[in-house]
């Protein structure tokens, strides 16, 4: 039986500078799942809030608070899915 490859990665500082140099401008912010007291978040480049989801917040991708989801946190993970890599690979 094969094992599932897991399609999520910590964000970093290469992911954020890879995602300025293709002029991406927000990063959406979304609650995936909250385990042993760690809450996971995806972040989606370039989205934007379509239902207006309470979880669901936007940031510049020069924000503060973006370089902030770059440092270690006992409560909280960022996330971003290989399918938002692959398609900002040089």
Request: no cysteine; hydrophobic share 40%.
């Given at each position: 039986?094969?094992?599932?490859?897991n399609?999520?990665?910590?964000f970093?500082?290469?992911?954020?500078?890879?995602w300025?140099?293709?002029?991406v401008?927000?990063?959406k912010?979304?609650?995936?799942?909250?385990?042993?007291n760690?809450?996971?978040?995806?972040?989606?480049?370039?989205?934007?809030?379509?239902?207006?989801?309470?979880?669901?917040?936007?940031?510049?991708?020069?924000?503060?608070?973006?370089?902030?989801m770059?440092?270690?946190s006992?409560?909280?993970?960022?996330?971003?899915?290989?399918?938002?890599?692959?398609?900002?690979?040089?």
């Amino acid at each position: 039986m094969a094992i599932e490859k897991n399609p999520y990665q910590l964000f970093t500082l290469e992911i954020l500078n890879n995602w300025k140099r293709q002029n991406v401008s927000y990063i959406k912010v979304e609650e995936l799942s909250t385990t042993n007291n760690i809450t996971f978040f995806e972040l989606i480049p370039d989205s934007e809030l379509v239902d207006g989801g309470d979880t669901d917040i936007l940031y510049p991708i020069d924000s503060e608070d973006v370089d902030d989801m770059l440092l270690p946190s006992k409560t909280a993970r960022f996330l971003v899915h290989d399918i938002y890599l692959d398609e900002l690979d040089d």
